[in-house]
């Protein structure tokens, strides 16, 4: 896998490989509330839900893709989730 950083500056850290398990791990899809993104995070609950088994699948929306989330909803998935897929629908 490989995990691209779209931001100007380089990170101050440098990213580990470790192998992705989604196995038994909190999944969580954060929704920008665009068209169709809702569709997207269905068919891909189904494939991970029989495909990977998580342990659970949190569902969260932003109130408009124009607007970032806000700190205490990123704070909740961060609670409830060890990993956090953000969609982007149209």
Known sequence: ??????????????AVSAPFVLQGKRLAFLSNNKPNVDFLFDRLADLVLT????ASIVRAAKA?????????????????????????GD
Do not use: T
Request: hydrophobic share 40%; proline share 14%.
């Open 1 to 14: 896998m490989v995990v691209c950083n779209p931001a100007a500056h380089p990170p101050k850290e440098e």
């Open 64 to 88: 408009s893709s124009a607007h970032p989330a806000p700190e205490d909803l990123l704070n909740e998935l961060a609670e409830r989730a060890e990993i956090v897929i953000n969609g982007v």
């Open 51 to 54: 495909r990977f088994r998580p």
